[in-house]
Every structure is written in C-alpha cells, then in structure tokens.
C-alpha cells in the first residue's frame, strides 16, 4: 500500500479511536477500585481473568445474569443526568444473582452510542464502579461501542453482564413451605422497571422533567433517576444467618409476577398491603393515569424492591439482622396453599 495518499480514514467515517483510548484511560482507576480477591486481571485485553479459587471457592457452582436499565435511560439522556444509571446496570444483575443464593463475584458491561463523548461514558462508567464496590464486585472488563448512524446524536444504551459464585449444595429457592414468612425490604423508589408506563403518566400530567417534583424534594426527573437500590451485603448477610428459603427481586412484573417464580408448585401467597406505607411516587403516578391497584401491583414493585421467603421461627431474627444492615424491613404476608399471589387490605 502507498504511503502519504490522503484517504478516507476511520475518523471521517464517525469512529473515533483516540476517543476511546482515552475513555480507557479515564476508567481504569473507577475500575481499579472494584478489585476483590480474584480479580486478576485489568482493564485492556482480549478477555477477563478472574480467580475462583483466589476468591475462596473450594467447589462453586457459576450463576449469570443479564439485564439493561431500560427506557429509563431516556430520562437520563433528555435531563443530562447519567451518573446514575451505572448503578443501575449493576443493580438489575446482581439482584438478580443473589436470589439464586449467589455472591456476584464480577461483572462486565456494553456501552454503544452513535458518537462517542468521553466525558458523558465517563460518568456512566464510574457510576457502574459505584454500584460493583458497593456490592463487593468487580469490574474486570466491558466493551465501548461506537456505531455512527445506529444511534440519533446523544444517544446511548447499556447492557450489564454479572458472574456470581456458591458453593454446591446451596442454592435457592429450597424447602419453601406452607406458613412460611414474606419479608419485604423496601425499595429505593421505581428502579429500572415500568419507564416507558412512567414516563407516558409524565407527558399525560403536563410536567417537564425540571418541574418540581410533586411527590418529593428537587426536579420531577432527578426523583425518577433514583437509583435502583442495592440489596446484595444485606441478603447475603440474611442468607448466610440460616433460614432463609428463597428470595424475589421484584422488577418488571411487579409482586404478582415475580413471586411466584420462588414458590414451588401447589403454594402460593397472600400479601398484606396495608404492611407498608405505599411511596409517593406511586400514589402520584396510580392518581395521574387512574390506574387500577392490580395494574399498580402487577406493573411496579410499589414500595417494596426484594422479598425474602424465610422459616417462620427465623423471621423475627432476620427481620432484625436486615435492620440492623440499614433496611427497612416489613413483615408483608405468608406462603399459603394454592398458587399465584392474593392480597388483603389496600395500597396506600
């Protein structure tokens, strides 16, 4: 090939490779704070090492797990606000893995815009850090995608991928009974599920995302960027204590889907809802869209992000422990024969 000929290169078609080295260099410190025992390797190569055996697994069985933010995203993009949504990520894998009885152990994500903008990556990055030192995990490794015309300017999207580990023998869900006790762990707000509901209900009211929020302090779009809350150390800790039979996170679905998938067949469960005070944002958004409460019930997670199934003589004990951790815990029905979930009393 001739030298010195002024040809099209890979910048003119969009891609900008100095762009993204320089967004590796940015993160490899975000990243470097997430090392745990096992991690072996850092940020750069072809593939990601981690050390089972470092990490003190003497017979582990992996689980793995896949999820993105959603259209939640979309608030972050109109607002500006994208520190967030990398804690996010982390949360709707990891949640995920520890109701299987699993300790996440690393995790990778996939960012893909149409023009990369370090600056903007960089925030989203460091907030998926955030989220792995804040569950003990690490970020080992992830791919930056830029894909001129696949996205409009300033548009992103994220897909997170989590590895966590047991020891054989301990999986859940396991010895679900009759008569055992829901404890509800209380959610940080709306999570990452629901959005393209929540953000109709928001055209419908009016309100621009700089609006004062009218259920909360600050702008109505800071409120719905709350981060999905983080319920890895304390279910563990639960987990680890003894008596505790099975654990939902509740995500798209709401209660009335996602508990069921815990319970064995031939049992059910009725949920008391007038056990918890329902969050405003849910009362807001039931008020906007006159939503009936089995749509609310069956749609969002409505106050309460983790359930855990756990033995009756237990649920004092571990309902102090998950306090003690600084959860707000309440006791919110019973495993029951039949299938499917019930409810008593009223949302509110």
Known sequence: MSEGRNGVTYADAGVDIDAGNALVE?????????????????????????DLKGAGYTDPILVAATDGV???????????????????????????LVCQGAEPLFFLDYFATGKLETETAAQIIEGIAEGCVQTNCALIGGETAEMPGMYPAGDFDLAGFAVGAMERGSDLPRDVAEGDVLLGLASSGVHSNGYSLVRRLVGISGLGWDAPCPFGEGSLG????????????????????????????????????????????????????????LPGVFGWMAGVGNIAESEMLKTFNCGIGMILVVAADRAEALAALLAEAGETVSTIGTVTKGQGVSYRGTLG
């Open 70 to 96: 959603g259209t939640k995203l979309r608030i972050a993009i109109d607002t500006g606000h994208v520190g967030s949504v990398g804690i996010d990520l982390v949360a709707m894998c990891v949640n995920d």
């Open 26 to 50: 940015r993160i490899k410190p975000a990243a470097k704070r997430t090392n745990r025992p096992g991690t072996v390797s850092g940020l750069g190569g072809f593939g990601a090492l981690f």
């Open 222 to 277: 800071e409120n719905l960027l709350t981060p999905t809350k983080l319920y890895v150390r304390p279910a563990l800790a639960a987990v680890r204590a003894g008596g505790v039979h099975a654990l939902a996170h509740i995500t798209g679905g709401g209660l009335t889907e996602n508990l069921p998938r815990v319970l064995p067949e031939g049992l059910g469960a009725e949920i008391d809802l007038d056990s918890w005070t």
